[in-house]
């Protein structure tokens, strides 16, 4: 859930589960409900994948390629669980940007997390196994591509989660 809401809004959640649940007996809804109205999104999709299913989490990095002056980034759903997904984009300068995927049947995103400062792109269809990412630096400056770099996204297989480009 952390990795779904970012981890201000997972610890305020927290919090208003305990104050607002305790001495009683809440349900596994209940429990969803506050995480729904505290990060302004909506998470019954969570409950159904994650917790009422042996659904897998895949994803992966299909391409990268030089599109116009950006780059392309070509992610792949293999599993059958669709999630959100966090990119570390490595520059060859040294730096990197930090992109966050909603998922559409969210219908919201996850705010700024306390490390990294996400660019939110836009929605990724739940229904769409392929995704398109476009970085607004051309690919040549491109060092490397991670998804989930945190590690706490539950993917099945991680060596299909980075992509580094070769020099040319």
Same mark, same amino acid.
Do not use: C
């Given at each position: 859930?952390?990795?779904?809401?970012?981890?201000?809004?997972?610890?305020?959640?927290?919090?208003?589960?305990?104050?607002?649940?305790?001495?009683?007996?809440?349900?596994?809804?209940?429990?969803?409900?506050?995480?729904?109205?505290?990060?302004?999104?909506?998470?019954?999709? %969570?409950?159904? %994948?994650?917790?009422?299913?042996?659904?897998?989490?895949? %994803?992966?990095?299909?391409?990268?390629?030089?599109?116009?002056?950006?780059?392309?980034?070509?992610?792949?759903?293999?599993?059958?669980? $669709?999630? $959100?997904?966090?990119?570390?984009?490595?520059?060859?300068?040294?730096?990197?940007?930090?992109?966050?995927?909603?998922?559409?049947?969210?219908?919201?995103?996850?705010?700024?997390?306390?490390?990294?400062?996400?660019?939110?792109? $836009?929605?990724?269809?739940?229904?769409? $196994?392929?995704?398109?990412?476009?970085?607004?630096?051309?690919?040549?400056?491109?060092?490397?591509?991670?998804?989930?770099?945190?590690?706490?996204?539950?993917?099945?297989?991680?060596?299909?989660?980075?992509?580094?480009?070769?020099?040319?």
């Amino acid at each position: 859930m952390e990795y779904v809401v970012g981890s201000q809004v997972f610890d305020k959640a927290l919090l208003n589960y305990y104050y607002k649940w305790k001495f009683r007996h809440p349900s596994s809804h209940d429990f969803l409900r506050v995480y729904e109205n505290t990060a302004h999104m909506e998470l019954d999709w %969570y409950l159904d %994948y994650f917790i009422n299913s042996t659904k897998v989490i895949e %994803y992966l990095i299909e391409d990268i390629r030089a599109e116009e002056n950006k780059t392309l980034v070509t992610l792949k759903r293999l599993g059958t669980m $669709p999630m $959100p997904i966090d990119i570390e984009v490595t520059y060859k300068d040294g730096s990197t940007s930090w992109h966050t995927i909603p998922l559409t049947i969210m219908r919201g995103q996850k705010s700024t997390d306390l490390d990294h400062n996400f660019k939110v792109e $836009p929605d990724w269809p739940w229904t769409n $196994p392929n995704y398109d990412l476009i970085l607004d630096q051309p690919i040549d400056k491109v060092k490397a591509v991670r998804i989930d770099p945190t590690l706490r996204l539950a993917d099945f297989d991680l060596s299909n989660n980075f992509k580094e480009l070769q020099d040319n």
